[in-house]
């Protein structure tokens, strides 16, 4: 895989259990389709969200759940964790690292096929080939790069700033500096993790009841029931999810994040899919793919992050 030193576990095992990213054409060759004219999801298509709100959730905050700050440990331990690989090492001397983060929000569930279609249906934005847009409105999104995954935020960001559909709770964020981006793979990990440092974003013992894991088929948001942190879904299996974050060994700072990319990077995913085990969906395990591969068991998830003073 471009942009990746040989040996790296994480990357290699997707490859192996998730359908050989290896191998995988770049984002023109991988093709799109161009856009077609789509009618809006209903109410009954899509219950618990919100046509005019985007499709989002139908909630105060339009689907985002608050992850209270501070410090968690991220990385693993092998003495907790039966089953790291390497680069979750912190560093020669450390097995996990002290990372400190502000509160944020992040999505409830990952963004749904209603979600991205009606993001297409408002800006014109190609519809990647593969994607299913009129049988499951409320599976996630799949076969969108990394690149299709900003685009999405950005003008997600942009049209919640202008509706009058906005929750007063989420336009107050909005209005206070907040903004809609992509999770880094901190932000991530500390979602899943809870106040705990669970290895599962539900607790320490796997449990296929509590996820979509191992089970060959992708299955609508929200599906498998889930004691997890801060009331969020799927963020073990179902689909892996695209990060903000340049894959790299740790350290891990957001800070060197723009330095270090080059043409060739890798983007780092998080979760693991519906064709997974265990291994790969526990709360510290870090995927990756190129930033133009289109695969049917990659998507995404959103975040709200404080960004300075209002604009």
């Not at 331990?77 to 502000?102: I, K, M, T, Y």
């Not at 340049?246 to 700072?253: D, F």
């Not at 957001?254 to 291994?279: I, L």
Request: with cysteine; aromatic share 10%.
């Amino acid at each position: 895989m471009r942009g990746l030193t040989p040996g790296v576990g994480a990357v290699l095992l997707v490859v192996a259990t998730a359908g050989a990213l290896a191998l995988a054409p770049p984002a023109s060759e991988a093709g799109v389709e161009a856009a077609t004219p789509l009618e809006p999801w209903t109410a009954e298509d899509i219950p618990g969200f919100r046509p005019e709100l985007f499709a989002l959730p139908d909630d105060a905050l339009g689907g985002f759940s608050l992850v209270p700050g501070g410090l968690f440990l991220m990385g693993s331990d092998p003495a907790r964790d039966p089953a790291p690989f390497a680069e979750e090492r912190w560093s020669r001397s450390e097995l996990q690292g002290r990372v400190e983060l502000p509160d944020f929000y992040i999505g409830t569930f990952e963004v749904t096929v209603a979600q991205f279609v009606d993001f297409v249906r408002r800006t014109g934005h190609p519809i990647p080939r593969g994607t299913d847009v009129g049988t499951h409105p409320l599976h996630p999104v799949t076969q969108v790069t990394w690149a299709d995954a900003q685009q999405y935020v950005h003008w997600l960001d942009g049209v919640l700033r202008d509706s009058p559909a906005t929750p007063s709770g989420l336009r107050d964020l909005l209005d206070a500096g907040w903004r809609v981006v992509l999770p880094d793979e901190a932000h991530w990990e500390k979602a899943a993790r809870g106040s705990d440092g669970r290895l599962f974003p539900w607790g320490d013992d796997f449990s296929p009841s509590f996820a979509n894991v191992g089970s060959g088929e992708i299955a609508p948001v929200g599906r498998a029931p889930c004691p997890c942190a801060h009331g969020l879904h799927d963020m073990a299996g179902n689909v892996w999810e695209w990060t903000a974050s340049p894959h790299q060994p740790y350290p891990h700072t957001a800070e060197d994040d723009v330095g270090t990319v080059v043409d060739d990077a890798v983007w780092v995913m998080r979760g693991g899919s519906f064709m997974d085990g265990p291994q790969q969906v526990r709360a510290a395990h870090r995927g990756g793919a190129d930033p133009g591969v289109r695969r049917p068991f990659i998507g995404f998830r959103i975040a709200l992050v404080h960004a300075g003073p209002p604009r």
